[in-house]
């Protein structure tokens, strides 16, 4: 007889989803990872218990449920006993995998407390000691569900599994919530909210016996990395002081990466030179020494030091935000503002300067970078039918040390296109990518997950067709720099359910991208990865504007094109004809490694717009035959092929020049 127990931490939501920066986001899963691991060490250290998921590996698992390790755990635990169940023995193992959790979060908590203690000086700031000590305590949830596999009534581990989770949604159904803070004298009534999600009530307080200093936002922003105004809760000071602000990466020097990449040698290295300069100005005037512990070094001042990711970024280690005119152009007037005697605020004000000079000539020999970037987001499909595969706890083991090995490689693949994973565990991937890196990310992930679960599947010998094997789903947002997190992952989380489809005819195993520009207009493409043609037809636009042979106005007509006939009702073969005139009216670049067949030459401006007019047209065709619709409501060819080349110029774009007004 074996029982199954299944664990649920959270809030998710408030753990990841509340973010403003890539710091919140990216911290907010490292913690929530770093209090399921310690639950997972301490239910592992236990007699008679054997974790099922997550899976270690048996060669160091302790060492692996460290703090601080490199595994990344997911919310869910779950285990097995042997032996007769009771509450007895099942509620005393739920009680100690919460308190491992609280306690882990207590250290972060205290370790975060410690940090702002010594970083406050000059921001005019305090901490609220007991709103700080009651959001602690009432902050994690801990949900359990267990069921038993019993020979006797022919309940199999499967079945098991399904009727845990089954309990474990029950439970979370009848969730406790708080009294809330109704009257004067609770702790919390009339205070600020997060600024994060607005959940929670600010535990930072005005210094009530100093005033207003100019100087105290700057020293905000360079120590305690909060913005003018900024408030946060308990969780949100933790995301933002108790993680090492070297290991995330910006979402700017995400954005800018594409950009970086093409300047030559000797312009990156001016560049190095002149924001190495900036960040140690900012260290100054913030009283950090080289000789303080790193924990106290980072900062998330005008510039901010970038080492993790395996230090994926060393062209340029910094956060890119100061690459911007116009951000850069405010760090200089706020400073200017600001100036006066103090020795340190001046030779930040000079760095700023040295900067501006050393970009000015490379923003008008190559443009400035693109503002926009992609937020990606992966999930598993088919993978209850898998698990419902599954006869025994050790092939369960089998399959969560994939999932495992999986997560684990979305790293290096995040990494070999330029991107950072902010969380990979289990079949679930969220990562920031450059625009010109996002969908050949995205196809690697894809690659990767069915390697990892199909060699699983036929080690472990189940008895699974081939069509029902897991696929990945991948969601591409893309939106500028400057939204708030919340807003970019919400687009990703759209664009992972159109690649789901689960309404559509063909549900799953496919790309959804949603498009967002800073005039709030939005589009949305999803292909199929088994649509070889549709696939192909996305890597040889984006190629094609990478190496400015299609012009950039060809994505902007069509999709202008195809706007005007869906408000006057054309039918398809009308706006198809449109489209066939567009493409005989467009000028298109010759392709220098392009050899003509029968030819030795490279093609001529004729024969480059031969071709290229031929694959339109053959796209459209091949479009025409799976959308074969009259009206442009109902996704005609040529409102398809429009969104293709709408979205693949933006795939391909590494400047603000490349995007014309819309960036």
Not at 330 to 337: P, S, T
Not at 633 to 641: G, T
Request: hydrophobic share 40%; with cysteine.
């Amino acid at each position: 007889m074996t029982t199954v127990l299944i664990l649920s931490f959270g809030p998710v939501q408030d753990f990841i989803a509340a973010a403003r920066r890539s710091r919140d986001l990216w911290s907010g899963s490292w913690l929530l990872s770093e209090v399921c691991k310690a639950a997972a060490l301490a239910l592992y250290q236990e007699d008679g218990v054997e974790l099922v998921f997550p899976a270690v590996e048996k060669t160091d698992p302790a060492n692996l449920l460290q703090p601080r390790s490199a595994l990344s755990v997911a919310n869910k635990l779950q285990i097995t006993l042997a032996g007769q169940p009771c509450a007895a023995r099942i509620d005393p193992l739920i009680q100690l995998a919460r308190a491992a959790a609280q306690a882990r979060l207590d250290q972060l908590a205290a370790d975060t407390e410690e940090r702002f203690n010594t970083r406050s000086a000059d921001t005019g700031l305090t901490l609220n000691g007991p709103l700080w000590h009651k959001q602690l305590i009432d902050y994690l949830e801990c949900y359990a569900g267990w069921a038993t596999q019993d020979e006797q009534p022919k309940i199999s581990y499967s079945q098991a599994v399904r009727h845990a989770n089954l309990a474990l949604q029950a439970r979370k159904a009848t969730r406790g919530f708080a009294q809330l803070a109704s009257h004067r004298d609770a702790e919390g009534f009339g205070v600020p909210k997060s600024s994060l999600d607005g959940a929670r009530e600010t535990v930072l307080t005005p210094e009530s016996d100093t005033k207003s200093d100019p100087l105290n936002a700057v020293f905000r922003e360079l120590k305690l990395g909060l913005n003018p105004g900024e408030q946060l809760d308990c969780m949100g000071l933790i995301k933002r002081l108790a993680v090492n602000a070297e290991q995330f990466t910006p979402v700017s020097r995400i954005a800018a990466d594409s950009w970086l990449r093409q300047l030559p040698d000797t312009e990156q290295a001016g560049l190095l030179t002149a924001y190495e300069a900036v960040y140690q100005a900012g260290k100054q005037l913030a009283g950090i020494t080289e000789n303080m512990a790193e924990k106290d070094a980072s900062l998330l001042g005008l510039a901010s030091r970038v080492t993790g990711n395996e230090q994926a970024y060393q062209a340029l280690p910094f956060d890119g935000a100061l690459l911007y005119r116009a951000r850069l152009a405010v760090a200089q007037r706020e400073l200017k503002n600001l100036q006066n005697k103090d020795e340190p605020l001046n030779a930040l004000a000079a760095a700023l300067n040295m900067l501006a000079d050393t970009l000015a000539p490379i923003w008008r020999a190559y443009g400035e970078p693109t503002p926009y970037m992609a937020v990606l987001q992966a999930d598993g499909d088919q993978m209850g039918a898998l698990l419902e595969h599954i006869s025994s706890p050790d092939h369960h083991q089998q399959v969560s040390q994939a999932l495992a090995r999986f997560a684990e490689n979305a790293g290096q693949v995040a990494r070999d296109h330029h991107g950072h994973v902010i969380y990979a565990g289990g079949d679930d991937v969220l990562a920031l990518v450059p625009l010109d890196q996002a969908r050949g990310c995205a196809d690697a992930l894809r690659q990767s997950f069915a390697r990892t679960l199909t060699k699983c599947i036929k080690d472990i010998q189940l008895d699974l067709a081939p069509t029902a094997y897991p696929t990945l789903s991948v969601g591409l947002g893309i939106g500028h720099m400057q939204e708030t997190l919340n807003t970019l992952r919400d687009l990703a989380k759209r664009a992972e359910q159109l690649a789901k489809g689960n309404l559509g005819p063909q549900p799953r195993n496919a790309l959804g991208i949603c498009l967002r520009s800073r005039n709030n207009a939005e589009l949305s493409l999803r292909r199929r990865w088994d649509d070889h043609d549709g696939q192909a037809a996305l890597q040889q636009w984006q190629q094609g504007f990478l190496q400015q042979l299609l012009p950039s106005r060809l994505a902007h007509d069509a999709l202008a094109l195809a706007a005007a006939g869906k408000r006057a009702r054309h039918s398809a073969a009308m706006l198809e004809a449109e489209f066939i005139r567009l493409f005989a009216r467009t000028e298109f670049r010759p392709n220098p490694e392009h050899i003509p067949e029968g030819s030795d030459k490279p093609e001529t401006p004729a024969q480059a717009r031969a071709r290229w007019q031929r694959c339109l047209q053959d796209r459209l065709a091949t479009l025409h035959k799976q959308h074969p619709s009259s009206t442009c409501e109902l996704a005609s060819a040529a409102c398809e092929l429009a969104h293709e080349l709408y979205v693949s110029h933006w795939l391909a774009s590494k400047t603000r020049q490349d995007l014309g007004e819309l960036a």
